[in-house]
């Protein structure tokens, strides 16, 4: 053996960590945790790492847009209050998409979902019940009802016909869409007008401002309370566990007794609502007050980078949702202060699901001489 | 130096679990060296080290005196190390040469050249005595063929180094004797077999050295001539064992199961079996015997209601169970232990607990309103870990993390922590070890000694000889022969009729039905 004499540098390190992991402890819970969240944060070092690179090579003043980005969301009540508006909507759309997802459903239609929760809405709130109290509840109610519904069809969809729910769900997105848009210049405008939107709605369909001068709303409590709801339903509730046992192996899920089509559609319904309640929080929300054509603007597949990141975990979704909505805000004052477009963002965000989606690894050389202590520790 | 020379191989799963702890393992040219161990031992994972899939986290791996360090299969594929694993990795639809030369094809010009494809294997088939004919489908093969044909794709790609995972474990016995041919061609041409096995007999028949492993560690190694099956047992467990069970003469009389003219059909809408008929009564095990893909794992499927029945009656407790769902069946008493646990049996990736209580999830005791009862579901799943001895840290583990044979016991704790009427058994120990096998072994019997019926299917002829009362023997979708199960009934004997060699008269049927 010709190696042995010339024992290479790494070799004693690699022992001790076998010695040390021979007395492991199993993970536990906070391990993986930390697993996870260490990997999101190095993930997001490198997209922004990658964003300065960019920056650097578009820019004219290259130090005063990073600046910008960096800086910018937290410099204002206004903007701060712009960034807490973000993060209830993506937190939204982020749920929605966990939801499915942890069936194992790849549905893509919170978009649609979304329209036509904001076209239901809409039309309480322009309503005489809208000039009423009544018009911002029923307006809810309204806007999740219609997203249900149409989560429920391409779940029944496929259950009955086996129709594929990325196809059904993408296919009826544009259906939400288009229906918006004719609606909006056909019908909820008035005619001649030439306006693309409808008018403001009366305030009491409104959602509430909790902080003045900002977009903060009702949206914001309704982002909190669908997070903790979500969460006691996916893992205090028998519906829950059927859920996520169908996702883990809808084989084994049918084998012990679940209706595994009927968890399926279940699932794709109650997303949907959840799809149609973030409807209402845009066109009834502070930020809109009214319904505009493509007022969305591809906002909802924003919710596939959340949960994807979250690994849908509906308590992860709001801290994937709280940083990514920091660095759309950011990009979005960088445009307009700087040289540098708001897509560098779409940059950012693209390295980030790469990474996180292709699960990949820590070089070992990092994990040995950056990690290795903080890691030993925390077993 | 040995030519193969592993020193000091460690290895820890990221989920913590030790899965191999300074293993030594040393082969020398021109052996057959066997791996044993009991499930969880560790054998896998050393294999997988040896061939590239798993890296080591500690220890040195040696080849023909050079030490070496696989980033993946390619590498030790280049080396010249061929593994074949237990689940296939074939093309059906492609004939024998296109399988084997899939990823390496002989070319002329840009074409590939079919010709010296089939050559190549024609002459390797004769060289290694595998008795392959390169031009059949994949698929029109019997599973004992489609093994030598991934036996081919290693030799073909040069291997001096064969490492086969449980090569007997899926295979009838006239099959198992033919691999051992090969095996003993193998070695003639100067390659060395490294063979990973449960079954101790097959072990001692074929290898000329045997590496013991218990606990991700080796405990020794020993030549196949020096020792004998129970002492090998006793090192691979680290304790005495008997791998029997002592069956009360049954008493069985009231009928608990009736199967009357079932018919089933596959995927395309052919036959699977049709008038098949059988009864099973109270305390009575049933063991259905046949080569895989013969019928028997449908009907238990069907049974289970988990495979549509075309006709016929299945009468569970003096009541047509066909037109029930899965939970009702369930509610009636019947339990179900799958063939294959980790695609049916069980959700990998849920915890323990989870997995423990799917199938109760209408019952008060864990569910009230809807309502997970955490507590009473953590402390049920803890009960049953203890009375099942799963070796696991925990209710709230991942079933994932666990060893073959620990997995097998989670699913055996949740199918008969309650008595069940009828109880459909497949496979219940493949790939499971030794000490597991017995324990799994005495709690059917238990539950047969208090008053289940059950219908067991397995590949492994001595386990339905240590088990059953009654044996069916199925052959494309019928039954050929029925026995009771009395001494002097022999695993040749019902092989026979399991590859179709012959067939028992109605007189003599009648008599074991």
Redesign the interface.
């Known amino acids: 053996m010709t190696t042995e004499a010339t024992p290479t540098t790494p070799a004693p390190a690699a022992i001790a960590a076998a010695t040390s992991a021979g007395n492991m402890k199993p993970p536990t819970r906070w391990s993986i945790v930390g697993r996870e969240v260490g990997r999101a944060l190095v993930a997001l070092v490198i997209a922004m790492i990658a964003t300065l690179l960019i920056v650097f090579f578009v820019s004219k003043a290259p130090v005063d847009a990073l600046v910008t980005l960096v800086t910018a969301p937290f410099s204002k009540t206004r903007t701060i209050g712009l960034w807490v508006d973000d993060v209830a909507k993506l937190t939204m759309t982020g749920l929605a998409f966990s939801l499915v997802f942890q069936a194992r459903q790849f549905a893509l239609g919170v978009q649609g979902q979304l329209y036509v929760g904001a076209i239901a809405a809409t039309y309480v709130a322009l309503s005489p019940i809208g000039q009423t109290w009544a018009g911002l509840p029923l307006g809810i109610l309204a806007a999740m009802a219609a997203g249900a519904i149409y989560g429920f069809l391409p779940g029944i969809a496929k259950a009955r016909l086996g129709a594929n729910e990325i196809v059904s769900t993408l296919m009826l997105n544009y259906i939400a869409v288009e229906l918006c848009n004719f609606l909006v210049r056909v019908s909820l405008v008035a005619p001649g007008s030439g306006l693309l939107t409808t008018a403001k709605f009366p305030k009491t369909s409104l959602y509430p401002v909790l902080v003045a001068n900002t977009r903060i709303d009702l949206g914001l409590i309704f982002a909190i309370v669908s997070v903790l709801t979500v969460w006691f339903a996916l893992y205090r509730t028998s519906w829950g566990l059927k859920l996520r046992l169908v996702g883990h192996n809808a084989r084994f899920a049918e084998y012990a007794g679940i209706k595994a089509n009927f968890i399926m559609v279940s699932a794709m319904t109650v997303a949907g609502a959840l799809g149609g309640l973030l409807g209402s929080m845009f066109v009834q929300g502070q930020a809109f007050g009214q319904l505009t054509v493509l007022f969305e603007g591809g906002f909802a597949f924003e919710g596939v980078l959340i949960a994807i990141v979250a690994r849908n975990r509906p308590l992860a979704v709001p801290i994937v949702a709280m940083f990514y909505a920091y660095l759309r805000q950011g990009a979005q004052l960088m445009n307009i202060r700087s040289d540098v477009p708001a897509e560098v963002i779409s940059v950012v965000a693209a390295i980030i699901i790469v990474l996180v989606a292709s699960q990949f690894g820590l070089p070992s050389w990092l994990k040995r001489n950056v990690l290795g202590n903080r890691a030993g520790a925390a077993r | ?1 040995a030519f193969i020379e592993a020193r000091g191989i ?1 290895r ?1 799963y ?5 899965a191999n ?1 300074r293993v030594d393992l040393s082969v020398e040219k021109g052996e057959v060296h066997a791996v044993v161990g009991e499930n969880g031992a560790g054998k896998s994972t050393l294999m997988k080290i040896l061939f590239g899939i798993e890296r080591p ?2 220890g ?1 791996l ?1 080849l023909d ?1 050079k ?1 070496m360090h696989f980033a993946g299969p390619r590498d030790a594929i280049d080396a010249g190390i061929g593994m074949v694993f237990q689940h296939f990795s074939l093309v059906p639809s492609f004939t024998v040469y296109e399988n084997v030369a899939l990823g390496s094809e002989p070319n002329k010009g840009i074409k590939f050249d079919r010709e010296a494809a089939i050559a190549r294997v024609r002459d390797l088939s004769e060289k290694y005595k595998l008795n392959v004919d390169p031009m059949p489908p994949v698929r029109t093969l019997p599973v004992g063929q489609q093994q030598r044909v991934e036996i081919l794709k290693a030799l073909y790609r040069n291997a001096r180094v064969l490492i086969l995972d449980e090569p007997t474990a899926v295979l009838a016995p006239q099959e198992v004797s033919e691999l051992f041919v090969a095996i003993r061609s193998l070695i003639e041409q100067g390659c060395t077999v490294i063979f990973i096995a449960h079954k101790l007999p097959e072990v001692l028949e074929i290898s000329n050295t045997i590496t013991v492993m218990r606990q991700g560690r080796t405990v020794g190694t020993v030549k196949a001539k020096d020792v004998t099956e129970h002492q090998l047992a006793t090192m691979m467990v680290g304790r005495e064992v008997a791998l029997r069970v002592d069956r009360a003469a049954t008493t069985a009389t009231t009928e608990v199961c009736a199967v009357n003219n079932l018919r089933l059909l596959n995927a395309r809408g052919g036959d699977v079996c049709k008038d098949l008929s059988l009864t099973v009564k109270a305390g009575e095990i049933l063991g259905l015997v046949g080569v895989e893909g013969n019928g028997q794992a449908e009907v238990m499927e069907a049974i ?1 209601g ?1 495979r549509h029945v075309h006709d016929g009656q299945i009468v569970v407790a003096n009541q047509n169970i066909v037109p029930l ?3 009702d ?2 509610s009636i008493g019947i339990a ?1 232990i ?1 063939e294959d646990r980790i ?8 915890t323990v607990a ?1 997995n423990i ?3 109760r ?1 209408k019952d008060r005791r864990y ?1 009230r309103n ?3 009862d ?1 507590r009473a579901i953590k402390a049920n799943a803890a009960k049953l870990i203890e009375r099942f001895s799963v070796r696991v ?2 209710p ?2 991942p079933v994932g ?1 666990l060893s073959g044979g620990n997995m097998q016991k989670v699913v055996v704790a949740r199918e008969l922590s309650e008595q069940p009427k009828l109880l459909l058994v497949s496979q219940p120990t493949r790939g499971v070890d030794l000490g597991a096998t017995q324990f799994i072994w005495r709690t059917i019997a238990a539950a047969r000694d208090a008053g289940a019926a059950v219908l067991l299917s397995s590949a492994d002829l001595s386990e339905l000889l240590a088990l059953s009362d009654r044996l069916l023997v199925f052959y494309r979708g019928r039954i050929v022969a029925a026995f009771h199960n009395r001494e002097g009934l022999s695993p040749e004997t019902l092989g026979t009729y399991m590859l179709g060699l012959s067939e028992q008269s109605p007189e003599d049927m009648r008599a074991g039905l």
Request: charged content about 15%; glycine content about 20%; hydrophobic content about 45%.
């Open positions: 130096m460690g820890v990221p989920g913590g679990v030790v702890d986290d500690a040195t040696t005196g030490e289970a988990l769902s899965v939970l069946r369930r179900s799958p695609a049916e049996g069980l959700a990998t990736g849920a989870e209580v799917a199938t999830l569910v809807g309502l997970l955490l840290n925990g709230g583990v993390t």
